[in-house]
């Protein structure tokens, strides 16, 4: 009796032990479909490898950026079911993730710097114009430019951000809330490249190729050199 009773509390505190560590697991990553969670790309350097199956051997389907957001449906053997763009869908090694309190509108965002380009850019740069961060009379292209970076530095400054000037997903989901501020300080002159536009630049050096750089510069401001000045109307760009 005394053997069976024994065996009897063995058994019960496997269980309860069991059922304590799947709990912690699902706290820090979801188990299966019904706990979806948020979480956040955070690999050493580069990239992180999406995969067809949930093995570090399996064909590499996409890649996501580091510091990007996507949802996670489950985890099997070290790897989490990610959703990807067009509903389609992918593993990742468990250990690259971080889960966020962020809710799902941060997915709609990817990450942007300087040289980027897109109809998201301008999103970003007419919203900034909104706050304040922009002059009114100032036009809005599709780069990420240097102009740009400054701004992004102004806006994360002013709400308390990091002041790299990267919109991050998680800045973007902040810019396009209620909760951003706006611009309370005075709006940073951009700085041209050099004084007195492409003539004086040919001033001071006198065997710069200006015809070979137009060229491999299409569209380029040759006063500001893409930095932003009066003359492209800060942009950067000459149409």
Same mark, same amino acid.
């Given at each position: 009796?005394?053997?069976?009773?024994?065996?009897?509390?063995?058994?019960?505190?496997?269980?309860?032990?069991?059922?304590?560590?799947?709990?912690?697991?699902?706290?820090?990553?979801?188990?299966?479909?019904?706990?979806?969670?948020?979480?956040?790309?955070?690999?050493?350097?580069?990239?992180? #490898?999406?995969?067809?199956?949930?093995?570090?051997?399996?064909?590499?389907?996409?890649?996501?950026?580091?510091?990007? @957001?996507?949802?996670?449906?489950?985890?099997?053997?070290?790897?989490?079911?990610?959703?990807?763009?067009?509903?389609?869908?992918g593993w990742v090694a468990a250990e690259f993730l971080t889960p966020s309190e962020l809710g799902a509108e941060v997915l709609d965002y990817r990450p942007?710097? @300087?040289g980027s380009k897109g109809k998201d850019v301008e999103a970003l740069k007419k919203r900034l114009l909104d706050l304040g961060y922009y002059r009114q009379?100032?036009?809005?292209?599709?780069?990420?430019?240097?102009?740009?970076?400054?701004?992004?530095?102004?806006?994360?400054?002013?709400?308390?951000?990091?002041?790299?000037?990267?919109?991050?997903?998680?800045?973007?989901?902040?810019?396009?809330?209620?909760?951003?501020?706006?611009?309370?300080?005075?709006?940073?002159?951009?700085?041209?490249? @050099?004084?007195?536009?492409?003539?004086?630049?040919?001033?001071?050096?006198?065997?710069?190729?200006?015809?070979?750089?137009?060229?491999?510069?299409?569209?380029?401001?040759?006063?500001?050199?893409?930095?932003?000045?009066?003359?492209?109307?800060?942009?950067?760009?000459? #149409?």
């Amino acid at each position: 009796m005394k053997r069976i009773f024994v065996k009897y509390l063995l058994v019960t505190f496997l269980l309860i032990t069991c059922l304590t560590g799947a709990a912690l697991e699902s706290e820090a990553m979801p188990s299966d479909n019904s706990s979806e969670q948020i979480c956040q790309v955070t690999t050493l350097k580069g990239q992180l #490898n999406v995969r067809s199956k949930p093995d570090a051997r399996s064909t590499i389907i996409a890649r996501l950026p580091n510091h990007s @957001f996507v949802k996670v449906l489950k985890q099997e053997n070290g790897f989490c079911q990610v959703e990807l763009d067009d509903h389609q869908f992918g593993w990742v090694a468990a250990e690259f993730l971080t889960p966020s309190e962020l809710g799902a509108e941060v997915l709609d965002y990817r990450p942007l710097q @300087f040289g980027s380009k897109g109809k998201d850019v301008e999103a970003l740069k007419k919203r900034l114009l909104d706050l304040g961060y922009y002059r009114q009379n100032q036009a809005m292209s599709d780069t990420f430019n240097t102009t740009c970076v400054i701004r992004v530095k102004l806006f994360q400054k002013i709400n308390g951000l990091e002041e790299n000037g990267i919109a991050s997903p998680m800045m973007q989901a902040l810019l396009f809330s209620p909760q951003a501020k706006k611009n309370s300080e005075g709006i940073p002159a951009v700085k041209r490249a @050099f004084p007195g536009g492409r003539m004086g630049k040919m001033q001071q050096e006198d065997e710069f190729d200006w015809d070979q750089f137009a060229r491999e510069n299409p569209g380029i401001c040759m006063c500001c050199l893409g930095e932003g000045c009066e003359c492209c109307n800060y942009t950067g760009r000459i #149409n």
